[in-house]
């Protein structure tokens, strides 16, 4: 696609932090529409590096899932040719306009954060002033490209809105000069659950591995995870099976992978044992996956190939950004460089 044409189209945005392994929660709630939608979009899918470190990271784990899940983003069916993919490490405006945002977000609204709340209980060793002004970050990496839709799960709905006050704040105290954007928080898999404590999201970075399923574990691994899966004490679906936190979202990932209504897929199940949806589940995520892996690996295989994809979407990337940079540091005052020369 020529800079002319991509020009034209609205852009779709969103990241994911290397952090843990890459889960079917992160697929489901958010991968899945990047792809979906792409079509009527420029894309910019982001390795979000610089927020991963909010939380302490081994550098060559860091380093190595980088690369790993920027071929992920290619395995699950995003065009590189039409879309822009990058490390954000690799644009400095990012660190730079968050710094400049952070400078309008209020620490009030901070504070009202829940997942500063949840990491901070998790991680007390670690609470770093990064993790709490973290999404001063999400809002430059968002604003900086003028983004019209953000696809995320449940889970980012208030970062999404801080987002949106930060852009307004700033555009009334100076002028127009961010686009506000929209988040698309998908209808079905919004908030994928764990498979071991489904009152919990599933989370990519758990430290009990049959919380979630990562989108590379083998067939094996997968069948034997989903069969452990917590339950209740009931042995039959029926249609109120919807409702039940380990069972429904069973349900709802068999819905989604199937691209069937959740009321469809209860109705299908109706009177048969869990353990027959645990198969069937089963059959539907290996048949997904084993492509996907398939894919993956022959990515892998091509460091050259993915190495360019990523210098270009950050060439891209960089040009795009410091374009809304430059706007900012000019209504905020900045003396541009080489002015007197
Ligand atoms: P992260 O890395 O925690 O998650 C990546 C994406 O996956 C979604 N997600 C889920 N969706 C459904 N069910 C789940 N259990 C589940 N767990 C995670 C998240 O909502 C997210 O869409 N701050 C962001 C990354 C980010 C970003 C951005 C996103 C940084 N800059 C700019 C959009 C735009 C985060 O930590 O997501």
Not at 72 to 87: K, R
Not at 294 to 313: K, V
């Amino acid at each position: 696609m020529t800079e002319s044409q991509a020009a034209k189209k609205p852009i779709l945005l969103s990241g994911i932090q290397p952090s843990g392994h890459l889960a079917l929660g992160n697929y489901v709630g958010a991968m899945r529409n990047w792809v979906n939608l792409q079509q009527d979009y420029l894309g910019i899918f982001i390795v979000v590096d610089l927020h991963a470190i909010t939380v302490r990271q081994k550098p060559a784990d860091l380093r190595k899932r980088c690369l790993s899940f920027a071929a992920q983003y290619l395995a699950a069916g995003i065009d590189p040719a039409e879309n822009i993919i990058f490390i954000q490490s690799h644009v400095p405006q990012h660190a730079e306009l968050s710094w400049v945002l952070n400078c309008y977000t209020y620490m009030g609204e901070l504070n009202r954060m829940t997942q500063f709340k949840d990491k901070s209980q998790r991680h007390q060793d670690n609470i770093n002033a990064g993790l709490y002004t973290y999404p001063a970050l999400m809002a430059a990496d968002i604003l900086l490209y003028q983004a019209d839709l953000v696809p995320v799960g449940a889970d980012q709905k208030q970062h999404l809105e801080l987002t949106r006050d930060i852009a307004n704040r700033f555009n009334h105290t100076y002028s127009p000069t961010f686009k506000i954007p929209e988040p698309f928080i998908p209808q079905a898999g919004a908030r994928i659950m764990s498979l071991q404590e489904p009152d919990k999201k599933m989370s990519k970075s758990d430290s009990n591995e049959n919380n979630y399923i990562a989108l590379l574990d083998p067939p094996d691994v997968l069948r034997r995870k989903i069969k452990r899966a917590v339950t209740d004490s009931a042995r039959e679906i029926t249609p109120e099976s919807v409702n039940n936190a380990g069972i429904g979202n069973l349900l709802t990932i068999y819905s989604v992978l199937n691209d069937q209504t959740l009321a469809a897929v209860a109705d299908q199940f109706a009177g048969q044992q869990y353990s027959v949806l645990k198969g069937e589940l089963a059959d539907s995520l290996v048949g997904f996956l084993e492509p996907f892996q398939q894919r993956y690996d022959q990515i892998m295989g091509e460091q050259g190939y993915l190495s360019s994809i990523l210098d270009e979407g950050a060439q891209r990337a960089r040009y795009m950004a410091s374009r809304t940079l430059s706007k900012v540091y000019r209504k905020i005052g900045f003396v541009a460089p080489g002015r007197n020369r």
